[in-house]
């Protein structure tokens, strides 16, 4: 019933920029927290950024200062911008959102299929 969906995804040279997306649709009375997580072959998934309802923002160390994660509540949209790429950011980006369907469910949580960034050296 709830999907989110990612783009904007691909081939960018090392010190490039990228801008991901994910929007959230289906039965949704609320968005509690949207955030992107990132799998490189052979390594397990990693959160790259987070952002929660009230705005407050959590990145991993490795991003800090070259990704900014954003929302647009009225989209239920979140995006990545990828500044400084390089090639150890090459991955299947995944979005997450956690979602509340009514007022009267629990969170739960959804994932996107992914969307693959390969950075050139």
């Known amino acids: 019933q709830m999907q989110v969906a990612e783009s904007g995804g691909g081939l960018v040279q090392a010190g490039g920029s990228l801008r991901l997306s994910c929007v959230a649709f289906g039965k949704i009375f609320r968005i509690n927290a949207m955030g992107w997580y990132r799998q490189a072959p052979g390594k397990q998934r990693e959160l790259v950024a987070r952002?929660?309802?009230?705005?407050?923002?959590n990145y991993a160390d490795s991003v800090k200062g070259r990704f900014t994660i954003s929302r647009d509540n009225v989209k239920n949209t979140v995006y990545l911008q990828m500044n400084s790429l390089e090639p150890e950011d090459t991955a299947v980006y995944y979005c997450n959102a956690v979602i509340q369907s009514t007022r009267f469910d629990r969170d739960l949580e959804v994932w996107g299929q992914g969307t693959l960034v390969i950075v050139s050296s």
């Open positions: 952002i929660i309802s009230g705005g407050t923002t």
